[in-house]
């Protein structure tokens, strides 16, 4: 038998391009082509294939034709890298900050970013007696450009699929560390929220809550952070939460409030409010939301306001948060004469969407976020209803990869809305689209008092019928197309009508409610409809003889 069916075979690699990412000294060389190895894959550092597309060395790159220059260059030869594979990919410091090459990455097929997170003290120890080759250390302080850069950076790092710890353990064992992980993970989805003044990343995915220190920390400006949650969140996850910003050194403090609508109040907003200011809090110090719609409402209203704007980060723990209310920026808290009445809009810096974390929610909590993954097929995308219908009861059931889809898929619509129309100011559809079902909707909470007999996604389950009905009423939708609908809410056992409210309505009642809705207009009540499955649209030309007729053929009383 020849001696070579005996060696050792390389193992195979989990993806088909595996980029690191990190400031220079960070390893990406050394550790990369030990990878390489590993696996039996090429190894390729993107700076030498600079160099070889240009003749020149990246130092006189710099020097004869700027920094902007070398980063097209270098954007043009990852993406040539990118159709080929399988390799070990190592980009130079800067290139992760290139948009256009991070979206490259994330979208590429079985492709894996993997930051390589160095201490400060270990990269300059590295780096100090080997400045001369890297043309950003070459003038000044080499430690203060370094941090700069970090500071600058690291946010944008924090975006890579898998974050590594790498400091002064031998090679060997770093590698091993990140073959042991990148064995055991499953990419997350990144959604880019991308408007006029601010922009930042939905990141969607498994185990984000135990590594969101490392997440989170590139976003703190001052390193200090308040933690808002409410009684039931931190008994599952605050303390997974809180130990990750111990492992990395984040400054915090907790405030944990009663669950349920009734902590969306001016009196809960207050005490929160005091709280803070007693802690001492600055204008770089981060609110960051950990749990529901309700948690995410008030934190983000508490960071608008507290010294008139402070930065704030969702940890979105509930499927209705993470498909809707933790995207876009709306905050608020409620008042007597209505929901979210009082609010501002103020968008975060970073939305971690941890599916793990839904799997301590009862199905009434699933059920109540799916609906809203159901409106946005309504809305304006007709292949995402149909995805739902064929994928709603895995959903429901909490399979991993179907669960992550749904929530990639709505935010990414959502994410387009907002983009369009990020402060609802179109005269007509924008932003107000996601308001499909909510007139009838917030009609049905306001009954109900907001005191869980009827959840927020419940009410929309219910508010999409109607409004699809309504349309079909004012023969704008073909009849089908509700049977559709209402086929699908009803296979999956989602509420769908008067009959599955916890109690009967009055129809003045309703009304009354939807005259005092805050998207009253000239006096005018506005009803997002529907000419079909994908096509919503805004009217402020609805009868009110014919949604009071709408609602009696429905079975609410008179």
Known sequence: MSPSLHAPQPARPPFRIIVLVGLMGAGKTTLGRMLAQHYGIPFIDTDAEIEKASRQSIPEIFAHHGEAHFRAGEHR?????????????????????????????????????????????????????????????????????????????????????????????SVEQATRTITDTLANTSLPHHVPVALAGHSYEVLIGRELLAQAGLRVKPHLPNGHAIILTD???????????????????????????????????????????????????????????LGGGVIGDLAGFVAATALRGIPFIQIPTTLLAQVDSSVGGKTGINARAGKNLIGAFWQPRLVLADTETLATLPRRQLVAGYAEIVKAGLIADAELFAWCEANGQAVLEGEPEKLGEAVRRACAFKAGVVQDDEREQAGSGGRALLNLGHTFAHAFEAEFHYDGRLLHGEAVSIGLHMALALSVRMGLAPEDDLARLDTHLHALGMPAGAADLPHGLSTETLLNHMGRDKKLRDGKITFVLLRGIGMAFTCRDVAMDDVRALLLAEGFAP
């Open 77 to 169: 030869v990852i993406r040539r890298l990118l159709k080929n594979g399988p390799c070990i990919l190592a980009t130079g410091g800067g290139a992760w900050m290139h948009p256009q090459t991070r979206a490259l990455i994330h979208k590429a097929a079985d492709v894996c970013a993997v930051w390589l997170h160095v201490p400060m003290a270990v990269l300059l120890r590295r780096l100090l007696n080997n400045r001369g080759s890297r043309p950003l250390l070459a003038q000044g302080d080499p430690a203060a450009t370094l941090r700069q850069l970090a500071t600058v950076r690291y946010p944008r790092y924090a975006e890579a699929d898998i974050i590594i710890d790498c400091g002064d353990e």
């Open 231 to 289: 009684e039931t969140v931190a008994t599952h996850h605050l303390a997974t939460l809180e130990r990750s910003f111990r492992e990395v050194g984040i400054r915090f403090h907790t405030v944990i409030v009663p669950p349920g609508e009734g902590s969306k109040s001016l009196a809960r907003f207050e005490a929160v409010m005091e709280e803070m200011l007693e802690r001492g809090i600055e204008r770089g110090t981060t609110v960051i939301a």
